[in-house]
Structure formats: C-alpha cells, structure tokens
C-alpha cells in the first residue's frame, strides 16, 4: 500500500519561500504523477501542479510564477517551493498520487498546515 | 479556469437518496470522462469515491453513484446513512495544463 507523507515547517514569513517534502513508501516513485493540493482553513481544494517521475511538470496557471515542484528519486521525495508567499497562501498542504496526467488522485499525504504570520 | 460550480449545501434523511450537482464547462466537465468525487469527514484526508465519471474503487459502497450529463456531473448517494455527513468535492480534468476542483457541498444527514 502506497503511503505518503508531508514534512516542512509549519509556520513561515510573509514574502518568505514556503517549502515542503513530501515522502513516497510502500512504492516507487519512479512512475505515476506527484502532485500537490492546497486547502485553506474553511475553504475548498486547489490543485497546485504535479511533477511526472521524469521530471516533467505542470502547475495551476494561477500560481505558475511562484511555484516549483522538484524530484529526488533516490530518496522517494518529491518537494513543493511557493515563493512570495502572503497570507493567502495558509493552507493544509497534500501530497497526492495520480496514475496517469489526466486522472484522479487516488493516494493522499495526511497533510500538513502551513500558516504565513510574521 | 473557474471552479466547478456545486450546492453550497444539500440535505436528506436517513434512507433517502440525494445528488449532488457538479457544473462546469464543455473545457472540463463536458469535454472529457475525467470527473472524480471526494470525500471529506472534518479533520481529515479527502478520499477518492467515484472516478472516470461513474468507477467505484474497491471498498466504497455500491450506494455511491455518477454521472454526467452535458457540463454538468452528479453524484447520486442512495441509503443515506449518518457516516455518509460530511463535505464533498468533484474534480475535472480541464486540459493539459489545468485542473479545477468545485467549490465542495456539505451533506447534512437529518
């Protein structure tokens, strides 16, 4: 069974780069699509963007100029970096699993809150 | 790309059946079999109900359906059961480079 889990730091500054990890067991992740999905406290999802295990990736257009999802194949992570990041960007933060570009995420991260205050 | 648009909130008895709408456009919903429905108990991870439009995956109930008509997906819950409260969410996928979520219904069991 595919498991993943978040990790970062739970609190960063305005205009600061949020960063976080997320990590891959119970699987390669030497295939599928790794993605990212945002919450804000209240709100609905948001799909950040995905990286492929090639290292190809696609991210929301909203948020393309801040974000990058990278990949380490040796350590089964792959990592999320939104920079300038303002208020706006408080979220629980997933890790999430699609099979193919197109398709749904069926492997989710429990999650990781991240609050941007001075 | 906006989001999908569904109730902000929907209601039903324990027994009954219920469905909820999810609209889009013919750039998402109406132009690919790609819409999937989450699940969300408060607290906790979103989880994977239906996909590729109307696919159950192994271990959710037979009492969870979709569909989808033109722009618009629905997901039919029949045998509402108390577990069944909590918020749900439908996906679409929307072109190679975007994907959009809808804005989530609350199911209230009465």
């Known amino acids: 069974q595919v498991q993943l889990q978040e990790s970062g730091p739970g609190l960063v500054k305005p205009s600061e780069t949020l960063s976080l990890t997320c990590t891959v067991s119970?699987?390669?992740?030497?295939?599928?699509?790794w993605n990212w999905i945002r919450q804000p406290p209240g709100k609905g999802l948001e799909w950040i963007g995905y990286i492929y295990y090639t290292g190809s990736t696609n991210y929301n257009p909203a948020l393309k100029s801040r974000v990058t999802i990278s990949l380490d194949t040796s350590k089964n992570q792959f990592s999320l970096k939104v920079s300038s990041v303002t208020a706006a960007d408080t979220a629980v933060y997933y890790c999430?699993?699609?099979?193919?570009?197109?398709?749904?995420?069926?492997?989710w991260g429990q999650g990781t809150l991240v609050t941007v205050s001075s | 790309q906006s989001a999908l648009t569904q109730p902000r909130s929907v209601s039903g008895s324990p027994g009954q059946s219920v469905t909820i709408s999810c609209t889009g456009t013919?750039?998402?919903?109406?132009?690919?079999?790609?819409v999937s429905w989450y699940q969300q108990h408060p607290g906790k991870v979103p989880k994977l109900m239906i996909y590729?439009?109307?696919k159950r995956p192994s271990g959710v109930p037979d009492r969870f359906s979709g569909s989808k008509s033109g722009n618009t997906a629905s997901l039919t819950i029949s045998g509402l059961q108390a577990e069944d409260e909590a918020d749900y969410y439908c996906y679409s996928f929307a072109d190679i480079y975007t994907r959009v979520f809808g804005g989530g219904t609350k199911l209230t069991v009465l």
């Open positions: 013919i750039n998402d919903i109406g132009g690919y079999n790609y």
């Open positions: 590729d439009v109307s």
């Open positions: 999430a699993r699609s099979v193919q570009m197109w398709s749904h995420f069926d492997f």
């Open positions: 119970g699987g390669s992740i030497t295939s599928y699509y």
